[in-house]
């Protein structure tokens, strides 16, 4: 093996998929691509890093809710676009064509053309790393899509997308949860 630079180490370790996170600050709706995402526990928790330097932020923070929708594979350029530009200065939805869907529990829009959505409520922040911590209060799932593969960031500009499912239910039966 050859060593590496530590400050890459972090692209050995792929994160959950990348998602958008959706906010409203009380006015106009607002886009980030998130690619540091984590489930927390077997609970509908999710923790995400972002923090000031991202203009919907300030809109999470403020009103304590936001939506997560996971894109899938035929909306990586969207993913990146979204992410590469400010909502200060553009309508994402309108940018990127993404429809807005209005959510039942929490102000922030679904996307339509996602694979999944998840409204959130904003429980906890650990400022000092910049973890928001999320509890899911519904979520939604788009069989009908025809694809279904989400993305993956590495940190250094590639992705990796998901691949084959492979199911070992039974070898790990004893270890699941009921309800998982």
């Not at 994160?15 to 009380?26: H, I, L, R, Y």
């Amino acid at each position: 093996m050859k060593q590496m630079l530590l400050s890459k180490a972090f692209t050995l370790m792929e994160p959950g998929p990348v998602v958008f996170v959706t906010t409203n600050d009380g006015h106009k709706n607002n886009i980030m691509t998130i690619s540091w995402t984590m489930v927390v526990d077997f609970t509908p928790l999710f923790a995400i890093t972002t923090g000031p330097w991202n203009y919907s932020y300030a809109a999470l923070v403020k009103y304590r809710e936001c939506v997560i929708a996971i894109p899938a594979l035929d909306q990586i350029d969207q993913v990146v676009g979204v992410g590469t530009c400010s909502g200060a200065d553009t309508d994402k939805f309108e940018k990127f064509g993404l429809t807005p869907v209005k959510g039942k529990h929490v102000g922030p829009p679904l996307i339509k053309e996602c694979l999944a959505n998840i409204e959130c409520k904003l429980i906890d922040l650990v400022e000092k790393h910049n973890i928001v911590v999320l509890e899911g209060v519904a979520a939604y799932f788009d069989r009908a899509r025809k694809e279904k593969r989400a993305i993956h960031a590495i940190g250094d500009g590639t992705f990796v997308v998901d691949g084959h499912k492979l199911n070992r239910r039974k070898m790990m039966q004893s270890k699941i949860p009921d309800g998982v």
